[in-house]
């Protein structure tokens, strides 16, 4: 992973950008790793033809791709911790991001999607993990979520993961040629504060893999999409999946919506329901930054007080760090971590 801290070269200051709607093919229903290896690979072959045509149909601008949510495996479904990480992870080298590597360096583009995958110095565990990948098929993005109710995440085993990855590892920005790149996944967008860190370090491009029920007019998630856009002014993409198909959950369960939000909270592109390439639509970088040095009431960023914040923050204890830090546990760990901090809460007056 390229250090996100490099200097942009050349920026592209306006370019298109697709939120790629493809249907995911989970893994559940494997018998073995090997088998879910095949049905992932299936699943990249068929995601090089669709960019491939996609990209000739919107025209050579388009730099950037986003993929949805866990398109290449689905999400477990009562799996025990070891056993997913077994059959649905990726390995941070492994033959899965070189194989979408392969993808960005062909058509010369940002590739962009989600993943669970396992890290070496977290054994028994796993994350799930956003990513982007460069034109040279180098991952230059990688953000571990940090909010999730049945899934292990960085703060989960906090200070442990300081110690390898630090705090700009926590809240990573890749400054690119065609931008500042962040990422955040599914419901994560309904918590301001990763958003918000991620636009302290300079985020200029939310990216927001998702899977996600669609069609309920002004849902959460949707209202999260327009006010992480207006409240950081910086674009959002947001990729949904077409359903999941080879699950017990009916197919288009998850299916739809996939979308543009400029920084304004305009939204530029959307699609309904089905696999699309519809919601495609022009980042204009150059006028980002000049809406960004605008002095007057709607430069929020520029008018942040922090700092009146921060005290509140550091001294409010709500869902508990490191409660994974001796490694793998039952997936039980989640629900009953989250009822014991409600009744923390309601006890405290709270809630």
Known sequence: MKNSDEKRTDPELSYKVLALQVTCHAVNQSSDRQEARLLMQGAIDRLGQQIAASLAFIGSGCRLVLLPEYF??????????????????????????????????????????????????????????????????????????????????????????????????????????????????????????????????????????????????????????????????????????????????????????????????????????GESMAAFAEVDLAALRRYRRQPGLMNTLSRQRFDAYAESYRDSQFYPRNTMLNGSIERKHFIHTQLATIERLAQQGII
């Not at 290449?72 to 070891?82: D, I, N, R, V, Y």
């Open 72 to 273: 290449l495996t689905g999400f477990p479904m009562g799996e025990a911790l070891e056993d997913w990480a077994e059959k649905a992870c990726l390995e941070m080298a492994g033959a899965e991001y070189e194989a979408l590597g392969a993808i960005a360096q062909k058509h010369r583009i940002f590739l962009a999607g989600n993943a669970y995958e396992v890290d070496p110095h977290f054994p028994g565990l796993y994350f799930q993990a956003c990513f982007a990948i460069d034109p040279a098929g180098s991952i230059v993005l990688r953000y571990r979520r940090l909010n999730s109710l049945f899934a292990p995440t960085p703060h989960d085993v906090w200070d442990r993961y300081l110690e390898h990855y630090g705090l700009d590892g926590i809240f990573p920005v890749a400054r690119t040629e065609i931008g500042n790149l962040a990422a955040v996944a599914s419901d994560e967008i309904l918590f301001p504060e990763v958003a918000r860190c991620l636009a302290m370090r300079g985020a200029e491009v939310l990216l927001h893999p998702t899977s996600e029920v669609y069609g309920q007019p002004r849902s959460p998630k949707d209202a999260a999409k327009i006010s992480r856009a207006v409240e950081n002014m910086m674009y959002v993409v947001s990729a949904n999946t077409a359903g999941i198909a080879n699950s017990a959950i009916p197919i288009a369960s998850v299916d739809g919506g996939s979308k543009i939000v400029d920084y304004r909270g305009l939204v530029l592109a959307e699609t309904g329901a």
